[in-house]
């Protein structure tokens, strides 16, 4: 059971926006500490595609966006295309246990 | 460029230990903290714990502080992980993953790159 919840899927066409969600806990997202995501193609590293809640490492298109709000984190992928289909996870900071944490990962599918 | 090398695939039995190491590169190595991920299957990324190279000092997570020893070797730039009384809920990926901050670790880090992944599958 991940500390940060995601969606186990979410899908969409070609030229499509798509949203998933990172959702926590006053301990985590509740408490202030940034969000970040990665994308990660299954056999490779994951790579960090948003930090900071909203900023993108250079390289990284803009159609790629990252939001906070309250307790809960949010990924926009706009403009879809059949290579963004991975693994995307979220990650953050738990004052509880002291530990980094991240989200169980949403697969997106591009159909 | 930043670059993480981890050691390949490993198979062990229950009740053994098993080593996997992440060779960096591409950036001064004693000025990073290295983390350690895994990904078991069907499971998301669990956060394991990382060292400084520079002290050799560790912060493991609760549920590793028993099993997991980190060790660094300065003359390689070279991290390694070693997780012991290995279990079937121990098949994972492990990753390394360098500290987005020098010198220190806090709480709004991130990681950023990471090494290719370890298979570790433990098996009877």
């Known amino acids: 059971q991940s500390v940060l919840t995601q969606p186990p899927s979410v899908s969409g066409a070609p030229g499509q926006r798509v949203t998933m969600s990172c959702t926590g806990s006053s301990s985590n997202v509740g408490a202030g500490y940034n969000v970040h995501w990665y994308q990660h193609f299954p056999g490779k590293a994951p790579k960090l595609l948003i930090y900071d809640d909203t900023n993108r490492p250079s390289g990284v298109p803009d159609r790629f966006s990252g939001s906070r709000s309250d307790t809960s984190a949010s990924l926009a992928i706009t403009g879809l295309q059949t290579e963004d289909g991975a693994d995307y996870y979220c990650?953050?900071?738990?004052?509880?246990?002291?530990?980094?944490?991240f989200g169980g990962g949403t697969r997106l599918s591009v159909l | 460029q930043v670059q993480l090398v981890q050691s390949g695939t490993e198979v062990r039995k229950p009740g053994a230990s098993v080593k996997v190491s992440c060779k960096a590169s591409?950036?001064?190595?004693?000025?990073?903290?290295i983390h350690w991920v895994r990904r078991a299957p069907g499971q998301g990324l669990e956060w394991m714990g990382c060292?400084?190279?520079?002290?050799?000092?560790?912060k493991l997570g609760p549920r590793f502080h028993a099993r997991v020893t980190m060790t660094v070797d300065t003359s390689v730039n070279t991290v390694d992980m070693e997780l012991s009384r290995l279990t079937s809920d121990d098949t994972a990926i492990y990753y390394c993953a360098k500290n987005s901050r020098r010198l220190n670790i806090a709480a709004r880090d991130r990681f950023d790159p990471w090494g290719q992944g370890t298979l570790v599958t433990v098996s009877t």
């Open positions: 990650q953050s900071y738990d004052s509880s246990v002291s530990s980094w944490v």
């Open positions: 591409g950036y001064t190595f004693i000025d990073y903290y």
């Open positions: 060292i400084n190279p520079k002290t050799g000092d560790t």
